[in-house]
């Protein structure tokens, strides 16, 4: 009998295999890894993560009536801009002829709906029944959406000229008044 010639089969040969195979994988994620974060910044560019910005941005159509010779109205466009998030809006509430303590119970219900950006609650003149919401030149839209979170048919007004005592800070004030009777 003559000695075999040739390798002789040993387990560093397997290894060496799953050695390759696996730095091979190890090198695939870091790859994908680099790819991911390169693409996040480059759809990510300001940094803020919104989902959607394209439903807050809306544009409100105006018809104009015809006029006595029947014309079809007619549409314009007027961009309006992104709506103030709940969060970023400035509220004051204020006790307007509610019994007392309802404007701190207003803040904390407005808090729950997500205008967590409070002053501190306080009392104002004169009595009123019903509650009004009132926001600054431009925040025509935010002060509908606080009215409806404010609920019972608050009323939207235009700021008060003079402003209410404490609401030099604020962006929206909602006064609670006394319930009708």
């Known amino acids: 009998m003559s000695p075999q010639t040739g390798p002789r089969p040993n387990g560093n040969a397997v290894a060496r295999g799953a050695g390759t195979a696996a730095a091979k994988g190890a090198g695939l994620i870091l790859l994908a890894v680099v ?24 544009t409100t159509e105006t018809t104009t009536p015809p006029d006595t010779s029947g014309e079809t109205p007619t549409t314009t466009g007027e961009d309006l801009g992104p709506v103030t998030p709940p969060s970023e809006l400035v509220v004051l509430s204020l006790n307007g002829g509610a019994p007392g303590g309802s404007a701190g119970t207003m803040s904390e219900q407005l808090i729950n709906a997500g205008y967590t950006n409070q002053l501190e609650p306080g009392d104002t003149d004169p009595d009123q029944t019903g509650n009004t919401v009132m926001c600054r030149a431009g925040l025509e839209r935010e002060a509908e959406a606080l009215a409806g979170a404010v609920g019972g048919g608050a009323t939207v007004v235009a700021f008060a000229d003079p402003a209410p005592t404490g609401s030099e800070d604020a962006d929206c004030v909602v006064i609670v008044g006394a319930t009708a009777t």
């Open 35 to 58: 790819i991911g974060i390169v693409l996040l910044n480059v759809v990510d560019k300001d940094g803020d993560v919104d989902a959607d910005t394209s439903a807050d941005d809306k």
